[in-house]
């Protein structure tokens, strides 16, 4: 088929569902098939492909498309993709061409060992004072729809990022708009260390049945937040 024609077959494709077929491919076809795919999936299929097929592809890929699919995916997958490539010399030149702020936040991920709470969590998060209004955490959440996905909660934090509580999606629609977060938010917040074992972070999402999890420093701020498709995720790799 032409590429316009395989182009336009695939945007009715689930990324999943594209993975599975790159995953059946030789590399050189796989290569060639990526060229296919539309832009706004590319970087969902990246994701989805099983890690040893994603690295053997990724190391072939253009730095451009690679600092595309960076900012593109969710932080947590975005450290493993760049943790996957081999050539130090390609890395630094996608952290060159990629947004500032973006460059900042995975040089600071990458510090973290891979199987810790710091080394599966995500900087996308909603984390809001105290003294921030119902109605005024709608707005922001309204605002930040493109950048959060699987949001579940909103971090309540102090004038110094300390995590103090969190109030549930649901509670938060259905409070009245003028009231505040600190009003309204569950104190009894259960976090982790960003240096805790994944295997620990799986056996406490197990326990309290979490499906979302903040991460802190030492001194309780927040850092990120892991969600149940990383705590699903090393539970299948512990097991």
Known sequence: LPKDEIYHLLEQEHPADIADIIEDLSQEDALLFIDCIPGDLIADVISELEP???EDLINEMDVRL???ILHEVPSDDAVDIFS??????KKLEILKKLPNEDSLW???LILHKEDTAGGIMAK???????????DKAIEFIRRMKDEIEDL???FVISKDRKLIGYVNLVELVTSDPGRKLGEIMNENVISVYSDTDQEEVANIARKYDLVSIPVVD????LEGR???DDIMDVMEEEQ
Request: glycine share 2%.
């Open 106 to 108: 995975l040089q600071e």
């Open 218 to 221: 030492k001194e309780g701020r």
């Open 152 to 154: 579940y909660n909103i």
């Open 52 to 54: 040893s097929v994603r």
């Open 84 to 89: 996957e490539l081999e050539d130090n010399e």
């Open 66 to 68: 690679l600092a595309y």
């Open 226 to 228: 892991i969600t149940i």
């Open 124 to 134: 996308e998060i909603v984390s809001l004072p105290a003294e921030v209004s119902v």
